[in-house]
């Protein structure tokens, strides 16, 4: 009976390990899920509109720059050099704001794509799950 006592609990062990094997992979899945597509969609745009603000404050920069400098001159040149860097920052401030309307035009539009493209993924495994 001491016998059966001390194999019985080895032999349970033993049963258990010799089922069939898990599959074991360290490589990511290839699918990604509606939810993810769209995570992934958002993050591009808001990528792509952030872009576009960095760009029209580093131009606005610059023109403030320029108007410092001007404003630094000597008194006698001072008058005529600020007013035609005034022209340029104001030049520089219109093209800024033209080129961040023109972007923020294209991120919108590039927005409406993928957004458009993540409804069709989400209709696809809408239709292919039912």
């Given at each position: ?79 005529g050099k600020t ?37 069709g993924k989400a ?8």
């Amino acid at each position: 009976m001491s016998f059966l006592t001390r194999t019985t609990p080895m032999l349970r062990v033993a049963a258990r390990a010799s089922c069939a094997p898990r599959a074991f992979s360290t490589s990511l899945a290839l699918k990604k899920s509606p939810v993810e597509a769209v995570k992934d969609t958002a993050k591009t745009v808001d990528r792509k509109i952030s872009d576009t603000l960095v760009d029209g404050i580093e131009i606005g920069q610059t023109a403030a720059e320029k108007a410092k400098a001007a404003a630094g001159l000597a008194s006698d040149k001072a008058s005529g050099k600020t007013a035609e860097m005034a022209g340029e920052a104001k030049g520089m401030a219109g093209q800024a704001q033209g080129k961040a309307q023109g972007m923020a035009g294209q991120a919108k539009g590039k927005a409406a794509e993928l957004k458009g493209e993540a409804m069709g993924k989400a209709e696809e495994t809408k239709k292919g799950g039912m």
